[in-house]
C-alpha cells in the first residue's frame, strides 16, 4: 500500500489555500473547456458554476488535508479539478469527452512519475498503471457482455480511475471499482422510481465512478 495519507500534517491555512485554488481554477478550467470542446455546449450556468466550483474547492481542500506534503497530492488535486468537470458534462450530456478522460489519464500518470523522483515509491505507480488497465478491461467486459447498460465513455473513463484507486493500493481498487457499481445502482433505482420510462442506460455511470473514487480515497487508510 502506498505512503499517502498524512492526514492532518498541513497547517490549516495551507489546507484552506489549496481549496481556494481549486475554487479559483474551476471557472478557468469551464472557460477553458467551452472554448477548445464546443461539443459539450458553452459555458455552464451561474448556479452551475458556482455549484461546480465549491466542489472541486471542497475537494481539493480535503486531498490536501488527507494526503498532507505527500508527492502525489498534485494527482489528487487534478483529479478533483478535471472529474468534477467529467462528472458536471456526464450529468448534463451523458457524455465524457475523450480529451478530458485522457487529459486526466496522462497527467495523472505524469504526476506519479514526478512523485517518485520527489520521494514517492516506485511500486505505487507500477500498480497505478495495473490498475488503470485491470479497471478498464473489466469495464470493457461489461460493455462488451450488456451494451446497453454500459456506454464506451465509461469504459474508457474507468482507466484513469483505476489509475488512481490503483496507486493508492490493491484494496482501494477493489472498493472503489465496487462502491462505483453500488452507487450507480442505487442512482439507477431512484430515477426509475421517479420516471418509470427512464432507461437504466440514461443514468450517467461517470459521477458515481467518481464519488467512490474520491470516497475511497479519502476515507479508506
Given at each position: ?21 481549486g ?34 474547492g ?33 450529468i ?13 489519464l ?29 479497471l ?14 454500459m ?6 473513463f ?11 493500493g ?33 443514468v ?5 465512478m ?6 475511497v480515497?479519502?476515507?479508506?487508510t
Open positions: 500500500m502506498t505512503s499517502l495519507g498524512n492526514a492532518g500534517s498541513v497547517a490549516p491555512l495551507v489546507v484552506a489555500s489549496i481549496g481556494i485554488l475554487l479559483i481554477l474551476s471557472p478557468i478550467t469551464e472557460l477553458l473547456i467551452a472554448k477548445l470542446l464546443p461539443r459539450v455546449g458553452g459555458v455552464p450556468a451561474p448556479r452551475v458554476r458556482v455549484t461546480t466550483a465549491m466542489v472541486t471542497l475537494l481539493c481542500a480535503a486531498f490536501a488535508f488527507r494526503f498532507g506534503a505527500d508527492p502525489g497530492l498534485p494527482a489528487f488535486l487534478l483529479l478533483a479539478l478535471l472529474g468534477v468537470q467529467l462528472a458536471r458534462i456526464d448534463a450530456l451523458h457524455l465524457l469527452p475523450n480529451p478530458l478522460v485522457l487529459s486526466l496522462l497527467g495523472g500518470l505524469f504526476c506519479f512519475l514526478v512523485a517518485i523522483a520527489a520521494g514517492s515509491e516506485w511500486p505505487d505507480s507500477l500498480r497505478a498503471v495495473a490498475g488503470a488497465a485491470i478498464f478491461i473489466i469495464y470493457l467486459i461489461l460493455a462488451i457482455i450488456s451494451p446497453a447498460g456506454g464506451m465513455g465509461d469504459v474508457k474507468a482507466a484513469p480511475i483505476g489509475l488512481y484507486l490503483g496507486y493508492l490493491w484494496s482501494h481498487l477493489l472498493y472503489g471499482g465496487l462502491l462505483g457499481f453500488i452507487l450507480n445502482g442505487v442512482a439507477t433505482l431512484v430515477v426509475v422510481r421517479r420516471n418509470r420510462a427512464e432507461r437504466a442506460a440514461e450517467p455511470h461517470g459521477p458515481s467518481l464519488l467512490a473514487a474520491t470516497g480515497a479519502l476515507l479508506l
